[in-house]
């Protein structure tokens, strides 16, 4: 995977797309540090694309919850637990609807 930094593509950003690597990817970085990814993507999978990126946050974010929670010493929540917190959410988004 290609790194390419800030300032080139501040400089030229045309011309930095197009030096994308053979798989289209490359990592942006800002003073040595990677701070973004670059995909080529074209016209037709774009909403795919974000979709898929947007599942893998998902991913991400559940799993570094988990091993949060297992630093912490918590075993996780029961699936009643769950429910009863999915239901209070719920009961709170209602709320909010009838009064707003």
Do not use: Y
Request: net charge positive; charged share 30%.
């Amino acid at each position: 995977m290609q790194f390419l930094t800030i300032r080139e593509l501040s400089k030229s950003p045309a011309e930095t797309l197009t030096k994308l690597g053979g798989d289209g990817k490359a990592v942006l970085t800002n003073n040595g540090k990677p701070q973004a990814l670059l995909f080529k993507i074209d016209g037709n999978s774009f909403e795919k694309t974000l979709s898929m990126l947007q599942k893998l946050e998902f991913l991400q974010n559940l799993t570094e919850m988990r091993l949060t929670s297992m630093k912490n010493g918590n075993s996780g929540m029961t699936i009643d637990e769950i429910n009863a917190e999915i239901n209070a959410v719920r009961k709170k988004r209602k709320r909010k609807v009838k009064i707003g």
